[in-house]
């Protein structure tokens, strides 16, 4: 098949709405592995510019500042979008555009809400969590997070939008442009500051404040091309009954526990971290666990699946839950396997000051596994709208994962912050497929 020829069947494939479904599915795939790919890779390329200029110590100190504020940011979801998908997305399946403008006014109202709820916390906690918690000079950029925490969320629903359209189109857009700005930016300002700083405070404060000043842009220009092309919200508006509005809260909240999905798996582990290692040994492990959270979101296609389940009658809904976890299994041992024997010449290329990094990715690489089979199956039961099963779940695998983290912190830190890092990791892990199998559990018992 000539280059031509190829380029022809791709633009069928995407363009041919006569598919339905399939032809959804197909569309919104090929723009959400672009975005991922777009995403992860840009971060990637983000963490090992950065990680070379700061070096462990300064890079440690700016990936726990802003793991935390991102913490505090998922606070500011508590199951809004997995709520705004179902509902809006479900709204315009049906042609009911006025219903969908009305869940997405009432929802936004919630998101601010929060969002200020979520900044004002931040700052008023920020002493003392860089004092008394981890001990180590992020206070001005956790107070810079506050900023932060308000333009990432807004720019977080706004693509929510979109994604309820299944309009990937545009989202791949705002990526590129994030991923290219901040790629130029940041690495320039963050060198400025070393050079002209010797504060360990001020050199982690600079790329958060910068990226929030960033978040701010793409906001404004989100909300230019937004009201253009979101011709649902032109709709006449109405206004919710208060029995409907009882029953988007009470969604929201059976699917609050889901915003913790990345409290479990991204930031537990840098919170104890914080409290028990030096900075340069969070940038070891950082780095690794970077390299993970890039080559994961490759197999997850929960952005696609939740919009295309939530429209999908029962019986096609379960033949796409299997289709779509037996693609995602596979690929996710393949790529497993490979960072495991790559492990070395992947983190060779960050440096030989970050050689430690090498064990923590190894010991990181079954989240491969997990991450992506998890957010297959959130999706299915958020579709059947049964988001409970996945929030007890939840729960119980994040209690699980900070008595873990504590007992390794607690127990290994006389054998040093290397242990330390070992029995933190190796938690995440256990907890993580605690979480999987008790969703498969839970499926096949229904």
Do not use: C
């Not at 969320?153 to 706004?158: K, R, S, T, Y």
């Not at 994604?163 to 060198?191: A, G, H, M, T």
């Amino acid at each position: 098949m000539t280059f031509k020829q190829k380029r022809e069947y791709f633009s069928r494939i995407i363009n041919d709405p006569s598919k339905g479904n399939t032809h959804m599915a197909v569309k919104n795939s090929i723009y959400q592995t672009a975005i991922t790919f777009v995403s992860r890779f840009g971060a990637l390329i983000f963490t090992f510019v950065l990680a070379k200029i700061m070096l462990p110590e300064i890079f440690g100190l700016y990936s726990l500042a802003l793991s935390t504020i991102l913490l505090f940011s998922m606070f500011s979801d508590l199951g809004v979008a997995q709520t705004f998908i179902k509902y809006v997305s479900n709204a315009l399946g049906k042609n009911k555009n006025s219903e969908a403008k009305a869940y997405a006014f009432y929802l936004a109202k919630i998101k601010i809400a929060l969002l200020l709820i979520a900044s004002l916390i931040l700052i008023i906690t920020a002493k003392f969590i860089s004092s008394s918690i981890y001990n180590k000079p992020i206070f001005l950029a956790l107070i810079s997070g506050s900023i932060y925490i308000i333009f990432i969320g807004l720019v977080g629903f706004g693509y929510l939008f979109f994604q309820s359209i299944s309009n990937f189109k545009y989202l791949l857009f705002s990526e590129i442009i994030l991923q290219l700005s901040r790629l130029i930016l940041i690495p320039l300002i963050v060198i400025y500051s070393l050079k002209h700083f010797a504060s360990l405070e001020v050199n982690s404060l600079v790329p958060i404040l910068t990226l929030g000043v960033l978040w701010f842009i793409l906001f404004i220009l989100l909300l230019v091309v937004g009201l253009r092309q979101l011709l649902f919200l032109k709709s006449k508006s109405i206004e919710l009954s208060a029995k409907k509005k009882k029953e988007i809260l009470g969604f929201v909240f059976s699917t609050s526990a889901l915003s913790l999905s990345g409290l479990t798996f991204g930031f537990i582990d840098m919170v104890f971290l914080g409290a028990y290692v030096s900075s340069a040994f969070i940038g070891y492990y950082r780095v690794a666990a970077t390299i993970i959270g890039s080559i994961a979101p490759l197999m997850m296609f929960s952005g696609v699946l939740l919009p295309i389940f939530s429209r999908l009658t029962r019986k096609r809904l379960e033949s796409g839950m299997n289709k779509s976890f037996k693609v995602t299994l596979y690929l996710s041992i393949i790529a497993t396997i490979l960072v495991i024997i790559l492990a070395p010449q992947i983190i060779s290329l960050f440096g030989s000051e970050y050689s430690q990094s090498v064990l923590f990715l190894r010991i990181l690489s079954p989240l491969l596994i997990s991450l992506p089979l998890i957010s297959v199956y959130s999706s299915y039961f958020i579709a059947k709208s049964r988001p409970r099963i996945v929030s007890v779940l939840l729960v119980v695998s994040t209690v699980l994962s900070i008595a873990l983290n504590y007992l390794f912190a607690i127990y290994l830190s006389g054998l040093g912050e290397q242990a330390v890092a070992i029995g933190i990791a190796i938690s995440i892990i256990i907890s993580s497929y605690v979480y999987l199998f008790g969703l498969v559990i839970k499926r096949r018992s229904n």
